[in-house]
């Protein structure tokens, strides 16, 4: 039975996450977080979605609070490094956060920014990384064809693991996967799975070779798991830049499949000055073990009034969405 908005409301802390290095756009982070039978969620659609795209994470951070989950076949989740868009001669100091961590996921086609800027940074976390370590690129459906054909080229230089959502749409995708299949890269689709209304379509397709998995907005560990089944692609579990609760979802996500086969994006943690608890890699690794808010981390890290308010009020109108549907 789904709670009551009364009932989520009553625990809910809205908290403001400091960030290292600008990334998304942003230099802090917000989230709400509510607690239930099962323990602690987080609501944080990126606050540009509208109340029927966050609608889907609330039900996932229900169903995180509120059910039991998919039972874990591991303890614990190996993750790779986030290298936001910085200067190369940043990027060190980025990697060094992340302990042990033997991938590094970079963002390129940054707009503002050039080719020659994506190439520059690669290849700082390639010499930073040595030989030895994997390097997969993510565009955020940046590029048009052309311009990932031609990027991806530039970049294969620097053995690249995969290269993620290069283009926005899943014609798109399945055009690039067809023109660079000769260089050995792999395309990989985040927000063709997210954001669609039809996360299987680009699978169908045959757009990409894997797939990249967030458990908010897909609705919670048991839709990804039932989309990761149907797809029948390698996956890569990853986050939406969440607290140490939205993490610890993502990992319990990444614990219940039969296999994992690629690093997670489940590091984000090394990218935030300050959280809500102790999430950090250790030795490349993250526990599969639930989050538990520290509850002076939440006084410390709260959000101011006026932002409190905005969130709440999101909170009910995506509650009255999944109430609507529900009829």
């Not at 809205?14 to 917000?30: A, I, K, N, Q, Y």
């Not at 961590?101 to 800027?117: I, N, S």
């Not at 050995?184 to 996360?199: F, H, L, N």
């Amino acid at each position: 039975m789904r709670p009551t908005f009364a009932d989520i409301a009553a625990t809910a802390r809205v908290v403001s996450l400091p960030m290292h290095t600008r990334f998304r756009g942003v230099d802090t982070r917000e989230a709400l977080l509510f607690e239930g039978p099962e323990g602690w969620a987080e609501f944080s659609p990126f606050v540009e979605y509208d109340d029927t795209e966050a609608s889907v994470w609330l039900a996932a951070a229900i169903d995180f609070a509120y059910a039991p989950q998919p039972g874990a076949l591991r303890d614990r989740v190996p993750v790779n490094a986030t290298v936001p868009a910085v200067a190369a001669d940043h990027v060190a100091a980025v990697i060094a956060r992340f302990d042990g961590t033997r991938t590094a996921k970079v963002k390129v086609a940054e707009r503002g920014q050039t080719l020659a800027d994506d190439i520059a940074r690669v290849r700082a976390v390639r010499e930073t990384m040595g030989p030895e370590g994997r390097i997969r690129i993510d565009a955020n459906g940046g590029w048009n064809v052309d311009e990932a054909e031609h990027a991806i080229r530039e970049l294969a230089a620097f053995d690249l693991e995969y290269a993620e959502q290069p283009c926005a749409s899943v014609e798109e995708l399945a055009e690039v996967r067809t023109r660079v299949k000769y260089m050995g890269v792999p395309i990989a689709a985040d927000e063709s799975v997210r954001k669609a209304a039809d996360p299987l379509a680009v699978a169908r397709a045959g757009a990409a070779d894997l797939l990249v998995v967030k458990a908010q907005p897909l609705g919670g560990l048991r839709r990804a798991l039932d989309i990761i089944a149907a797809a029948g692609l390698p996956v890569v579990v990853s986050s939406a830049l969440d607290t140490a609760v939205g993490l610890s979802q993502g990992a319990a996500l990444a614990a219940a499949l039969p296999e994992l086969e690629f690093d997670c994006g489940l590091g984000t943690a090394s990218l935030f000055a300050d959280d809500v608890a102790d999430f950090r890699a250790r030795g490349g690794m993250v526990s599969a073990d639930r989050a538990v808010p520290d509850a002076v981390a939440l006084s410390r890290l709260a959000a101011p009034d006026e932002r409190r308010e905005w969130w709440m009020r999101r909170l009910e109108r995506c509650y009255d969405v999944l109430d609507a549907s529900a009829e």
